[in-house]
């Protein structure tokens, strides 16, 4: 079967990100090293309780500030968390060339501070997109199968029909298990030869 639907990565497809902006920022309200935030705020179930929704922004804050020792707002620290991300110039660019041919989605592990900052700076591009599929919404991350099946609901076609793109290998492995087309983003000139090989059509910018 062709492939009906593609399913975009977020973070380090559509738009990069660098978390090292939020330590920095932090560093100035804490007596603790980034590498101690980085192994209280991710060592532990915190991201991912954030990110599939049981917990809320003020709680993740409130943990955050507890954790970390940080002696500033709530505020702040929410600015600093989520202001991390610009854009994937190539990739943005090709989404409305696809957009014409193919139905398109989002689907990103995320939480509601990223995804308020990245759906206000990217919404020129995020316009082409059906559907935002949003991990902290939907209740699962990939790679989960619920995440995929929440996907092909939205797609309306079949497992086969549909192509998914991410950076991390083991999503995109949890794509293809279940029944899904898949590529590991590396470069955009790997991805273009890759979708090509798939024959998708209008990769090329016209004009």
């Not at 935030?37 to 922004?57: K, P, Y």
């Not at 790997?190 to 990769?203: K, M, S, V």
Request: glycine share 8%; hydrophobic share 45%; net charge negative.
């Amino acid at each position: 079967m062709a492939i009906q639907t593609i399913v975009f990565d977020f973070g380090r497809v559509v738009g990069f990100f660098d978390h090292r902006l939020t330590w920095n920022r932090l560093a100035e309200h804490t007596d603790l090293a980034a590498a101690e935030m980085v192994a209280e705020l991710f060592g532990g179930t915190l991201e991912d309780d954030f990110e599939s929704g049981r917990i809320s922004a003020s709680e993740f804050l409130r943990k955050v500030r507890e954790t970390c020792r940080l002696r500033c707002s709530e505020e702040t620290i929410a600015s600093a968390w989520a202001d991390i991300f610009w854009p994937n110039e190539e990739v943005c660019a090709l989404l409305p060339r696809l957009k014409p041919r193919y139905r398109l989605l989002l689907g990103s592990n995320t939480n509601e501070l990223h995804a308020r900052q990245f759906c206000g700076q990217f919404a020129a591009w995020l316009r082409h997109f059906d559907h935002l599929v949003l991990s902290h919404e939907i209740g699962v991350r990939k790679p989960k199968a619920g995440f995929f099946e929440h996907c092909s609901r939205l797609a309306g076609c079949a497992p086969s029909e549909c192509l998914f793109i991410d950076d991390l290998a083991a999503n995109v492995a949890g794509a293809r298990a279940c029944g899904w087309h898949g590529i590991v983003y590396t470069s955009y000139p790997d991805l273009c030869a890759q979708l090509t090989a798939l024959g998708i059509e209008n990769l090329k910018m016209v004009g």
